[in-house]
């Protein structure tokens, strides 16, 4: 295949809730220190999902494993990491990704901010309930 036929691909660290296209790389390119290899490869990119989570064995030698689930199909895809593995990311809910989702991060208070907001209700409601104590 010529170099036109290639598409560039990125030894990237897949993120939580985005979507992914995964290819094994055939062809490097060493650069100089300050500047990030360049990967490519002849190989179609397979559309895997939304990266749901990692498995690291721990041990020297293991094998890391990336789960990504197809929210369009439901089926979940495992990807075996190795030197030549890399991705792109794609936008999830666009047809370029097949990937139908309900929507970006929740949005909902967190835990921390619920609390403060009740313990401020009822810290005016016992000043209302003063001032109408003093006003009697």
């Known amino acids: 295949m010529s170099m036109t ?6 030894r990237i660290k897949p993120k939580v809730r985005k979507c992914y296209k995964h290819a094994e790389s055939t062809r490097m390119i060493w650069n100089e220190y300050p500047e990030p290899n360049k990967y490519y490869t002849t190989n179609t990119p397979r559309f895997v999902g939304r990266f749901i989570r990692m498995e690291d064995e721990g041990t020297p030698g293991s094998t890391v494993k990336g789960e990504f689930k197809d929210d369009s199909t439901g089926e979940k895809n495992t990807v075996v990491f190795s030197d030549d593995t890399c991705f792109i990311e794609v936008p ?45």
């Open 5 to 10: 036929d290639e598409i560039e691909v990125f």
């Open 92 to 136: 999830c809910g666009t047809a370029d990704s097949k990937c139908n989702i309900m929507g970006g991060k929740k949005k909902r208070k967190s835990l921390k901010k619920k609390r403060k907001s009740k313990r401020r209700k009822s810290f005016k409601k016992k000043q209302r309930k003063t001032k109408r104590k003093s006003r009697r």
